[in-house]
């Protein structure tokens, strides 16, 4: 069973609206987790990191929360563009020497 | 700073050919990982090294898959006697060690295989 589940699997949205994407974890212990953006065909580009002590980050119109009691994760994607189209992908690191644990990720697909 | 490259970006085979993938890292990262991607799902993780060292396999680097970092710098990652199953995207990725436990991951754009 993944150690990191998200949901939903996909989503459309409109232009300029709200979305939010979540990060379920069961990885123990707990180092920290990261949101990447990936376009098809593309490399992840990381958009925050976190860890244990940090509830949120921005990077732009990305925010992303973290409750590590609950083991929680959103992403919180603000007035969406074309360009927010792509897979957005959790990942939990158990430790400092980087077993990252990746979900398999949510297509987000922003049409006009 | 280049950023993670790696070689080729695509290649179609045919089953039963060997391919080998090139991944150059961030210069100053000592470590370096391999993954396997599939179409609507994560990234599976492979085998990383540190430095010259491969210090961890993934199950799913079966006895046809081999990697190696000679000099701690570039990484190849070799595929022998390929079958339909092996067709993925296979991702290299770099950071910095333990000296920075929460230092960023960085991604190459990968290497996509076709096997025929």
């Known amino acids: 069973k993944n150690q990191v589940e998200q949901s939903p699997q996909s989503l459309i949205i409109l232009e300029g609206k709200n979305c939010t994407l979540q990060c379920n974890y069961t990885v123990s212990p707990f180092s920290n987790l990261r949101w990447y953006k990936q376009d098809t065909g593309r490399g992840p580009v990381s958009l925050t990191i976190m860890t244990f002590s940090e509830n949120t980050k921005s990077n732009g119109r990305y925010t992303a929360t973290l409750d590590a009691d609950t083991k929680q994760s959103s992403l919180h994607i603000t007035a969406s563009q074309l360009s927010d189209s792509a897979s957005y992908i959790c990942?939990?690191?158990?430790?400092?020497?980087?077993?990252?644990?990746f979900g398999a990720g949510t297509q987000v697909v922003v049409t006009p | 700073d280049t950023g993670v490259s790696q070689d080729p970006r695509h290649k179609i085979t045919k089953r039963g050919q060997n391919v080998t993938f090139r991944c150059d890292p961030i210069?100053?990262?000592?470590?370096l990982y391999w993954y396997r991607q599939t179409l609507g799902q994560g990234p599976e993780f492979l085998t990383y090294?540190?430095?010259?060292?491969?210090?961890?396999k993934s199950r799913l680097l079966s006895d046809r898959f081999s990697a190696e970092r000679p000099k701690g710098s570039f990484s190849t990652l070799e595929i022998q006697r390929t079958e339909q199953g092996d067709s993925a995207m296979y991702l290299c990725?770099?950071?910095?060690?333990?000296?920075?436990?929460?230092?960023?991951?960085?991604f190459g754009e990968g290497s996509r295989l076709t096997v025929l």
């Open positions: 090294f540190q430095n010259e060292a491969q210090l961890e």
């Open positions: 990725a770099s950071r910095l060690g333990q000296e920075a436990p929460d230092g960023e991951l960085f």
């Open positions: 990942v939990v690191s158990p430790d400092s020497w980087g077993k990252f644990q």
């Open positions: 210069s100053e990262h000592n470590r």
